[in-house]
């Protein structure tokens, strides 16, 4: 019924940047929150950012606070991530989630896209 769709994952080193994108589709339905998970290998999946589509407050993780921005487009209910001073401890699938109320939770989850940081 609804899909996330992300993009803009690659290969890239140390010190570049990358801006995901993740766009959702489907049945009209409403949006609270937004937001990018990521999980490198041998780690748990963990939370890089999120933003409320009321407010626009947003969360970011503190590995990644100052080097990434979270934003959307509410019209679109799309989420995007600018990733900037990549670091190799930024690689891992990205993937991205919309909450969709009325309960505070992860309803529906993209299949991910994959970054990589070579040092």
């Known amino acids: 019924q609804v899909q996330l769709v992300e993009s803009g994952g690659g290969l890239v080193q140390a010190g570049d940047s990358l801006r995901l994108s993740c766009a959702a589709s489907g049945r009209t339905l409403s949006t609270y929150r937004m937001g990018w998970f990521r999980q490198a290998p041998g780690k748990e999946r963990e939370s890089v950012a999120r933003i409320s589509w009321t407010s626009g407050i947003t969360y970011y993780a503190d590995s990644v606070k100052g080097r990434f921005t979270i934003s959307r487009d509410n019209a679109k209910n799309t989420v995007y991530l600018q990733m900037n001073s990549l670091k190799p401890e930024d690689t891992g699938v990205y993937s991205c989630?919309?909450?969709?109320?009325?309960?505070?939770?992860?309803?529906?989850w993209g299949q991910g896209t994959q970054v990589t940081v070579s040092s």
């Open positions: 989630a919309l909450d969709s109320g009325p309960r505070s939770a992860w309803d529906y």
